[in-house]
């Protein structure tokens, strides 16, 4: 597919390397929020929208759950980009030259024991492909970046250490957002449908409400809860689950799901990325 795809980020954030990964063919447009994603999307500036939801050492992306369901958007793909955390320094630099290193808030804790180890000081910046933008434009060689390499080959700087996370398996999930929904079955795999839900007034009816999933043998393979309107009561569940709503069982399960619910909206229909376990 041809056309533009807006991400968080700068260039060279790990959003953009998700970009490249899920739609190879597409221009990759930097945004600095995930609201101004989704308003690019919404105005048709761009065709999709990428969204980080979670990662597998940092954990969910609060932000990203509480704006799905009032973006107006549907999901129509996903992605699993493994992180790996570069240390990336001007050129000519040294790794025992370094002093400090710059990284977002999230990425710096995942790679805190070899920044201890070489006696290396965090720096919190608002994002990690910024953080390689600005070493560069520095010149420093006491400074460095925790990026990624396509960071490295778009600010030209050099790959000091490679692969620095603490976590070997250090993954992170995306979301392909589009103005229309596509509930079409494609690619080899499954499909998932992801959903919000608010259960009724009445005891156990979370309880009764998953029950339908159980009992007719749909795999939920997360289950969140937050709070809306800033108030402790109202509280809405986000959902994933294995199939596809025309499924018979998963459409036996959902139609016990509304009759718990005050509210159920399917968010996307959409293949399992291959590289979800």
Do not use: W
Request: with cysteine; net charge negative; hydrophobic share 40%.
């Amino acid at each position: 597919m041809v056309g533009r795809i807006a991400f968080q980020g700068e260039l060279g954030a790990y959003s953009h390397q998700a970009c490249q990964q899920s739609r190879p063919r597409m221009e990759a447009v930097p945004s600095t929020t995930f609201e101004e994603v989704v308003d690019k999307v919404a105005r048709g500036e761009v065709d999709l929208g990428m969204l980080a939801v979670e990662n597998s050492t940092y954990g969910r992306v609060a932000d990203v759950h509480s704006l799905l369901p009032k973006s107006g958007l549907h999901i129509v793909d996903e992605a699993f980009v493994r992180v790996h955390v570069n240390l990336l320094g001007v050129p000519g630099a040294k790794l025992d030259e370094v002093r400090e290193a710059h990284g977002h808030v999230v990425i710096l804790p995942q790679c805190a024991g070899f920044l201890k180890a070489h006696a290396i000081r965090g720096r919190v910046s608002s994002d990690n492909a910024r953080a390689a933008r600005e070493v560069a434009e520095a010149g420093d060689k006491s400074k460095a970046a925790l990026a990624s390499e396509l960071a490295a080959s778009i600010y030209g700087l050099d790959v000091l250490a490679r692969h620095i996370e603490d976590h070997a398996n250090n993954t992170t999930r995306f979301l392909v957002m589009a103005r229309e929904p596509d509930f079409t079955r494609r690619g080899p795999a499954k499909m998932i449908t992801t959903f919000t839900f608010r259960v009724r007034n009445i005891p156990a009816a979370l309880y009764k409400a998953m029950g339908g999933f159980a009992t007719n043998g749909v795999n939920m393979t997360k289950l969140e809860s937050y709070m809306v309107g800033g108030t402790f009561t109202a509280t809405e569940f986000y959902a994933d689950i294995e199939g596809h709503p025309d499924d018979p069982n998963v459409a036996l399960a959902l139609e016990e799901l509304r009759y718990f619910t005050s509210e159920v909206r399917i968010l996307g229909v959409y293949p399992a990325d291959r590289e979800r376990g």
